[in-house]
């Protein structure tokens, strides 16, 4: 079965340090992969994707994400963490292939939390 | 700069009420889409349309119709409401496929059946 795993609901970080966000897939072929994330009582806001190339992704407020074929893993990075960033993220995986390429597979979400 | 609004933002139902949730989108996408969000099973696929017309099943689409008469409105319908439906609905819309095109989400509709 196609899946995302997002292994922590929650990771804390003090403001400053860098944070890491982790997800794994399991999809066949090679997957179109994303990051979005969401505010309280909001809708999720789009951070980046990885379809092909470059194995590290840059998006928006700074982040990045690093593809990892080998490992079938999408990690979410930042190099300084901010008080903002404090939301849910989540990783989404596409598989390939007919009335798929109309989905989304999202996992159950991260809570991130920075300490200021 | 509305992208995409859902209407109500909040409701509450009684088990076997019917109602629409409405979904419009003001940025001219083809793709549209209703999720619903539960706490620890991320986001679920309802139903979702490809374009004016059309509308095809999810990954939950059990309880609930779909409509898609105008490009800009989405609507998602339920036509017995049942405590299992509790839940927060996200309309999404995107210009391309959801394979390599970011979706845009609404600030959702907090759905309570009693």
């Known amino acids: 079965a196609q899946s995302v795993a997002q292994p922590e609901d929650q990771v804390n970080v003090a403001e400053g340090n860098p944070l890491t966000v982790k997800c794994t897939y399991s999809v066949s072929g090679n997957p179109y992969l994303f990051w979005y994330v969401q505010y309280p009582n909001r809708g999720l806001q789009f951070l980046l994707k990885?379809?092909?190339?470059?194995?590290l992704v840059k998006g928006s407020y700074g982040f990045e994400a690093e593809f990892n074929k080998s490992q079938t893993s999408f990690h979410l990075k930042k190099p300084s963490a901010l008080v903002s960033d404090s939301a849910l993220y989540f990783c989404a995986v596409s598989p390939l292939g007919g009335g798929a390429t109309n989905k989304l597979i999202f996992g159950t979400g991260t809570l991130l939390a920075v300490q200021p | 700069n509305a992208g995409v609004t859902q209407t109500p933002k909040f409701r509450v139902l009684k088990t076997g009420q019917s109602m629409t949730l409405l979904c419009a989108q003001d940025?001219?996408?083809?793709?549209m889409y209703w999720y619903r969000q539960d706490p620890g099973m991320g986001l679920r696929l309802i139903h979702y349309?490809?374009?004016?017309?059309?509308?095809a099943k999810g990954e939950v689409p059990d309880g609930y119709n779909v409509s898609r008469l105008k490009k800009q409105n989405f609507l998602l319908g339920l036509e017995s409401a049942a405590p299992s439906q509790t839940s927060v609905y996200f309309c999404?819309?995107?210009?391309?496929?959801?394979?390599?095109?970011?979706?845009?989400f609404g600030d959702g509709t907090r759905l309570s059946i009693l």
């Open positions: 990885y379809i092909t190339g470059d194995n």
């Open positions: 999404a819309s995107s210009y391309g496929q959801a394979n390599n095109q970011p979706q845009h």
């Open positions: 940025m001219n996408h083809e793709y």
């Open positions: 349309s490809v374009g004016e017309g059309t509308t």
